[in-house]
Structure formats: structure tokens, C-alpha cells
């Protein structure tokens, strides 16, 4: 097997797609030190930004995605789409890959397929329950195909497929040992519980329409909230941040976020459902009713059903959400059983899994 393989991961447009490649990437050079890795995402997405401070080169392409109403970037899409397919092959044909790892997103789809076609092994990681069109399409040319949820046979060639589980953040696995740092780098007290509420990198309109009305129950219950907002919605929610309101557009330091919190309400993509079952904390899903087949509320009922988190549906959530959290809150025996039960739940070896698909193609 070679010293110094090649290999180029594409996927992005939100933390989902970037941070399992980040954490594949990682997971390659600690196998193999004198890897050479070219990350390549879409050309105005958050990738540009995180995949450099990760240590990683990237390329960008020009390519969004469909658009369900007809807008002009969709008159575009044609244009883009050829775009990308050809960057894709000059820069292949320039870096010559050994393996091609697509981990989701529409830059991803080009680079992946042009691999394809030129004869070079690529792997696809799925991370829904529910896989999306641009890996269904990939699919019939990849040679290997690592899953997360069981039942997918039906969407992808059995013989390919392996159940992995989601790649995390390697520093997510100990998180106990740093509370008390994370809580002063937050500056928040060890005095009143703390809840972290995540909507997902770019953030989540009716989650932070929630929690904007119950900051006086939160006050109340002497809850401190620390509140990933997101970036679309930053300017307009930063003004509630206060003695026991953290409100952050993006936080950098998951690790940090995870080891103060007591309660966390969250989205259900599936790496933040990866994440929070090797974390172990008492969730409340909330999954995005906006996304196709409603693969979120799929991911989150994986847990739900087991015994893992509460969830509760975008629709109900201005009538139901103080009742739920407020018997998670007094119930500490439920507390403990959810983040037991979530926890035999993860897969903390999931990178590993996958960088041992990845392996067996390098020749």
C-alpha cells in the first residue's frame, strides 16, 4: 500500500456535510502522516472558511443548489452544474486522487461523479435516515457506501453497503474533564442549570422564535440558556444576550457547548443527532418539518423510540415545549435515563469505520 496516498473530500454547505469530512480527513493523516488531502466544497458556502482553519487546502466550485420556486439562481443552475463538472475534472486530473470521498452536499455530486467516470474509486457517506437525491444518484458508481441508520437497502446497491454510523468530532469524546473551562470561556455560572440550544450551523427561525418566548419562564426557572442563534439570524437576536442569555451566530468549540450543558433543544440533522448520542446530555429533538421526506423528524424518531430523547413536532412546540421541558427539568431520574440511554446509542468509532472502507480501495 502506498506511504503517501491522495485523496480529495467534497461536502459542504453546512456543518453537517463539512465537519464529518473534516473528521475523515483527520482520521486519514493519523493513519498516514504523509497524506496529501484537497478538500473541495462550493465556492460561497461556510467550507471556504472551516476547512482552512482545520488545517486542510480546498478548491471552490460554482454550484447551488434547485431552488423549489422559480428564482433566477435556478436560471443559473445549468451554467453552475457544467461549471463544477468541468473544475471537478481539471482538478482531479491535476491532484490524481487515489480515493474520492463525497460526504453530501451539491459540490460534492460533481466531484464524485467525475471520479466515477475517469476509473477512480469513490465513497459516498450518507448520514440520514432518509439518504439525499444528490448520494442517490451517485450511488450506482461508488464503490463503497457507509450508512448510519439501517433500512437503506432499498435505496442503495446492498453489496455496497456498510453501516458505519456519522462521523464525529474526535474531541467530542471526553467533554467531562472540561467543564469548568467551558463554563468561563462562556461565562456562564455553575450556580443555575444551563440549556444549549442548537438550530443547526445557519440557525432555525421558529427555534429561536421559541426561546425568544420563554426567556421569562427561563428567568423564572433560574435556567441559563446558551443559545447557537445562527448566522442568518445573529443581528437580529443578539440583542436578548444578557446576565443568563449566551446568544452566539456559530460556536466554534462544540466540545466547550456540550460539556456546560444540562438540557439541549436541537434540531435532528443527522450529525447533530450522531453528536449528541456520543455525548449523552437529555435532548429535546425539534426536528425541521423544511427538509425532504422529512428525513429530520426520521433521524430523531431513531432515538425517540428507543428510549433516547424527547421530541417534540415544529408545529407544537408554542403549546407543548413548557410541559416537556418543564417535567425533564424536575425529573432528574429521567434526566439520567435519557443520556444512559442515547449514549449505548452512538457509534464513537464511526470515522474509524469509515477510514477503514476508504483503506481497502487505495492500491
Known sequence: MKENPRFIISGGGTGGHIYPAIAIANELKSRFSNAEILFVGAADKMEMQKVPQAGYKIEGLWIAGIQRKLTVENLKFPFKLVSSLWKSRKIIKQFKPDVV?????????????????????????????????????LASKAKKICVAYDGLESYFPKERLVKTGNPV?????????????????FGLSTDNKILLVLGGSLGARKINQLIVSQLDYF??????????CGKLYYEDYKKYHGDNIRVLPFIDRMDYAYAVADFI???????????????GKPVVFIPSPNVAEDHQKKNALSIVNGGGALMIEEKDVDVTFQEVFGKLLRDEMKQKDLGITIKKMGMPDATKNIVNEIVTLIK
Do not use: C, H
Open 169 to 185: 468530532r474526535q474531541d467530542l469524546l471526553e467533554i467531562d474533564s472540561k467543564r469548568f473551562k467551558a463554563l468561563a470561556s
Open 219 to 228: 428567568k423564572d426557572e433560574n435556567i441559563q440558556v446558551l443559545w447557537q
Open 101 to 137: 470521498i463525497g460526504t453530501g452536499g451539491f459540490a460534492s455530486g460533481a466531484v464524485v461523479k467525475v471520479a466515477a467516470s475517469m476509473g477512480i474509486p469513490t465513497v459516498i457517506q450518507e448520514q440520514n435516515s432518509y439518504p439525499g437525491i444528490t448520494n442517490k444518484l
Open 265 to 279: 433543544v436541537s434540531r435532528a440533522g443527522a450529525s447533530s443527532v450522531s453528536e449528541l448520542a456520543i455525548v
